[in-house]
């Protein structure tokens, strides 16, 4: 069983930053994949960043890309998402996510989650 907590969520103007932190606790093998998603109001939960732990290989939104980096560190047991020049339009709450497996693109497939912080950008 793995423990995800997020945090670092919280009110920005746009073109600020934050860094969202997820804490894991369980068994976390070599080959796992960790990422975050986001889900505004009316909309579905999206993959936004993931790494997979087995190489380090990451994907990006194109949404995000050049803004958002996805890290890990493994002896904390911490995936972080460090999101610069935010907009609006990344207003969301932000999930973190693990799976055992190569990064499905679909929030479904994920079977660990954590419960959300939410990123709010005012222009």
């Known amino acids: 069983q793995v423990q995800l907590v997020e945090s670092g969520g919280g009110s920005v103007q746009a073109g600020g930053s934050l860094r969202l932190s997820c804490a894991a606790s369980?068994?976390?093998?070599?080959?796992?994949?960790m990422g975050w998603f986001r889900q505004a109001p009316g909309k579905e939960r999206g993959r936004v960043a993931t790494?997979?732990?087995?190489?380090?290989?990451?994907y990006y939104a194109d949404s995000v890309k050049g803004r958002f980096t996805i890290s890990q560190d493994n002896a904390k047991k911490t995936l972080y998402l460090q999101m610069n020049n935010l907009k609006a339009e990344d207003t969301a709450m932000y999930y973190c996510?693990?799976?055992?497996?190569?990064?499905?693109?679909?929030?479904?497939?994920?079977?660990?989650w954590g419960q959300g912080t939410q990123v709010t950008v005012s222009s």
């Open positions: 996510a693990a799976d055992p497996g190569r990064c499905p693109m679909l929030a479904a497939f994920y079977t660990y």
């Open positions: 369980g068994y976390i093998s070599s080959n796992y994949c």
């Open positions: 790494i997979y732990t087995g190489g380090g290989s990451t």
